[in-house]
């Protein structure tokens, strides 16, 4: 019996296979500079990595400055879609807030954070990287705060809330660059935890949370403050 003949698959637009073409010169540069760095990185190494030719990424992006910053675009919307993904999974937990900030912490600590410090080193005297590292860093930072709209509706839209998230970002970011240079991040962790606690409560002061209830029915303090920060540090093992 004849074998029926498989219908042909439909063939790519142009458009189509440009796009991949840019994904693949953008996913190689992010790839690279988490490799090389900015400076050893080059325009040749991205070709080669991403499987183009030279000439395919020069019609795409005739220059460094174009292609990386086409990349910071690119990191950032992955970093997101990374984030976005995993938001859900918070839905129902007893403390969205500690897992929140577990979650915050797996997109800053990794590759992908040491792409974006590599790119703020190099903006610093390049204007026109910085001029495209900036306004990605505030986006991402105003997509922290719908994500965190979304998990925890009307509370995350006070100015406590948000200086909060704001100050828990940049806390993150020194303690991810820290560890570019000190891979044993146990004290790291144990700062974390107790930054956990801090902004538990500062949360718990604003007028929109609804405090613990006991079996009792009646509504349970907040900690003070120095109870939460009285926690010894330096008594752990030395690093």
Request: proline residues 5%.
């Amino acid at each position: 019996m004849k074998r029926p003949t498989p219908a042909p698959r439909p063939r790519s637009t142009q458009d189509q296979r440009s796009a991949l073409m840019r994904t693949k010169l953008l996913d190689a540069t992010i790839e690279c500079l988490a490799e090389k760095g900015y400076c050893r990185t080059t325009t040749t190494d991205i070709a080669a990595r991403a499987g183009v030719s030279r000439g395919a990424q020069l019609h795409h992006f005739p220059a460094k400055i174009e292609l990386v910053t086409a990349a910071v675009r690119h990191l950032a919307e992955k970093r997101l879609a990374d984030l976005r993904s995993k938001a859900p999974h918070l839905e129902g937990k007893p403390d969205r807030i500690s897992a929140g900030i577990d979650l915050l912490w797996s997109v800053f600590y990794g590759p992908w954070f040491n792409v974006a410090i590599e790119l703020w080193v190099a903006a610093r005297t390049d204007p026109s990287l910085c001029a495209a590292v900036f306004p990605v860093e505030q986006h991402m930072a105003n997509a922290f705060d719908s994500v965190w709209r979304d998990l925890f509706g009307e509370i995350a839209s006070t100015s406590r809330f948000r200086d909060v998230l704001r100050l828990t970002l940049y806390i993150m970011r020194g303690m991810a660059l820290e560890g570019m240079l000190k891979k044993d991040d146990r004290r790291r962790r144990a700062l974390l935890e107790v930054w956990k606690n801090l902004w538990s409560d500062a949360v718990e002061q604003t007028s929109l949370y609804s405090r613990p209830i006991d079996h009792s029915g009646r509504t349970l303090a907040s900690r003070p403050t120095s109870a939460l920060v009285a926690v010894d540090i330096e008594t752990q093992e030395p690093e």
